[in-house]
DNA sequence: GAAGTACAGTAACTTTAGTTACATAGAACG
DNA sequence: CGTTCTATGTAACTAAAGTTACTGTACTTC
């Protein structure tokens, strides 16, 4: 554990502080798919990604879902911060897009080390300012960007996380994460087949040029 | 000035961090309309509201904006603390939505405070949950709700703001803040008047209930 | 290999929002 | 009082997205 630990944040972190995450954190290990975070659920610990991708998803009342952003290796989650502090609910579902490594952190130590260490300090404004930044790319992409756009972003984006040209996803789970509908996916991914963007297959879709 | 620091902020800080408010913040009066962050800009002080409100608005390559959220009283922009953390460029537009009173703390003071003052943290830490909450319910909106509900929140929030339940727009600048067109708006609205909901007058529109 | 299931393709239609164009009405101002 | 400007109303149309319904096809399972 030690080794992923310098390995991810010995750069950013000092030595003591390394020491005490290597000692108070608990190392977990998730598959694809997993749910770490579910919304309406109290958090008890905060995350630290050590390798893989989490997906973070909104809901509304009904039930319909929205891809926000991804978190990667070296990062964590602002939202589970928040809450942590706020003692609230969280507002957010966090599923493994990968297999996924974390180390887990009890929130009992945030306050404590953000008093103690400049470097844990830095850590976590800056991950808020990039969950900021993410949230409003998000919002950029729903409110300036028309459905093709969006998918072409979409396919982007999954290609990056998953370091992998070929989309492991049906129309319908592209449908979930755009929060729109499978007819409509499968009209606009044809579209962009034809164009020569991409190459349709059963359950996988190959980027050509996007 | 001091008065007007204890007033918001008495409850929340520590006598030596209000002391210290009163020593180094600048006093500042803005008028309704007045530009207080452009898109861009680097920004060298962090704003404390006193009274008032203030407008956060994103903008997309066109020039085609948004209206993200108000802050009011008692609160801060997370989003220029983080440009100030990470010392970029800010990603929003800030417009006093009434005639309003900051006091503008010099970023230099951050670091050290947030080192010094666990009420500080708090505040810091408080102000940047519930810019994501805000952020969240401006997603929720423009992802799941049809122009309709956004215009009925969108009056409810606006009076709610401003103390008055006559709202003082145009049909065009509510467009401008929903990021549609004046003659989808003119017709909702119209729409709202049929159902008893509000009273269309020009330049100005009544609540009666909603 | 037959039956069942999940995925994708497509047509036809509806709904919502955006666009264009023009009419009217109130305010401002000489 | 007539001219001008701005705000609003409205019709007619287009575009984008969502819905319904049905098809074929590939994979699964027995």
């Known amino acids: 554990m030690l080794k992923e630990i310098y390995d991810n ?63 990667e290796k070296g990062e964590t989650c602002s939202m589970t911060l928040t809450c942590c502090m706020a003692n609230s609910k969280s507002e957010i579902r966090a599923i493994a897009e990968l297999n996924t490594v974390l180390i887990m952190i009890p929130i009992q130590k945030m306050e404590e080390w953000t008093a103690k260490y400049k470097t844990w300090r830095n850590f976590v404004f800056d991950s808020y300012h990039k969950r900021v930044n993410e949230l409003l790319l998000t919002v950029d992409s729903i409110a300036f960007q028309n459905m093709d756009e969006r998918i072409i972003n979409y396919l982007k984006e999954k290609s990056r996380i998953n370091k992998d040209d070929t989309i492991h996803n049906t129309h319908q789970e592209i449908a979930y994460d755009l929060h729109s509908s499978r007819v409509v996916i499968s009209r606009l991914l044809k579209k962009l087949e034809e164009m020569g963007k991409i190459k349709l297959h059963r359950n996988f879709i190959k980027i050509i040029d996007l």
């Open 9 to 71: 944040y010995g750069t950013i972190f000092e030595k003591e502080l390394l020491d005490e995450i290597a000692a108070i954190g608990i190392f977990k290990e998730v598959p694809e798919g997993f749910k770490l975070i579910e919304i309406g659920e109290y958090i008890k610990s905060m995350p630290l990604l050590v390798s893989g991708a989490i997906k973070i998803l909104r809901e509304d009342a009904d039930g319909d879902e929205l891809l926000l952003y991804y978190l």
